[in-house]
């Protein structure tokens, strides 16, 4: 089946830096992708609508200068956390589908461990 | 996109069925209902989708209910590795592919 890749799977940066997050379509063409944070015990909360070619769609709340999304091929979207600082830290998830399409699967991505020192 | 509930945790044991509830009473006629689930420390992962007739994959199965304000997914024999959170969301006709989830389930297995 369709796979979409994240990578680093985990990453410790220092409080000030930047960190960036790639999530891949391996085997299809997503031209739209979305970004999630999970903090501990929590649910998955959408952050962004990955869009190729054009700019991101952030939701209510989520600081897009903190939080810059690229996309800038159909199978790789970009996710760069700056400034990073400890409240920062979470667990990054990004998705893909095949299609537009309510009746079609969605695909996750392992995750990103994020850790703000 | 219309809110589901869901009870915040279950038991089961090993090897025997454990039948997982959602509630979508305000489903319109074109949404999909999708279930994914969450192993610790992963991202979720697909599990089952339908809009009106039940259906069956090597997972799992779903059961719609006639009216579809209700749903349940049925794991017909539970494994310790079926421990996981389980979401069930609506997806609309006209969704662009984003899930929004809410609490979900969280199945505990027990030996």
Known sequence: GAVVSQHPSRVICKSGTSVKIECRSLDFQATTM???????????????????????????????????????????????????????????????????????????????????? | DAKTTQPNSMESNEEEPVHLPCNHSTISGTDYIHWYRQLPSQGPEYVIHGLTSNVNNRMASLAIAEDRKSSTLILHRATLRDAAVYYCILRAISNTGKLIFGQGTTLQVKP
């Open chain 1, 34 to 117: 979305f970004w999630y944070r999970q903090f501990p015990k929590q649910s998955l909360m959408l952050m962004a609508t990955s869009n190729e070619g054009s700019k991101a769609t952030y939701e209510q709340g989520v600081e897009k200068d903190k939080f810059l999304i690229n996309h800038a091929s159909l199978t790789l979207s970009t996710l760069t956390v700056t400034s990073a600082h400890p409240e920062d830290s979470s667990f990054y998830i990004c998705s893909a589908s095949q299609l537009r399409d309510a009746n079609t699967e969605a695909f996750f991505g392992q995750g990103t461990r994020l850790t703000v020192v």
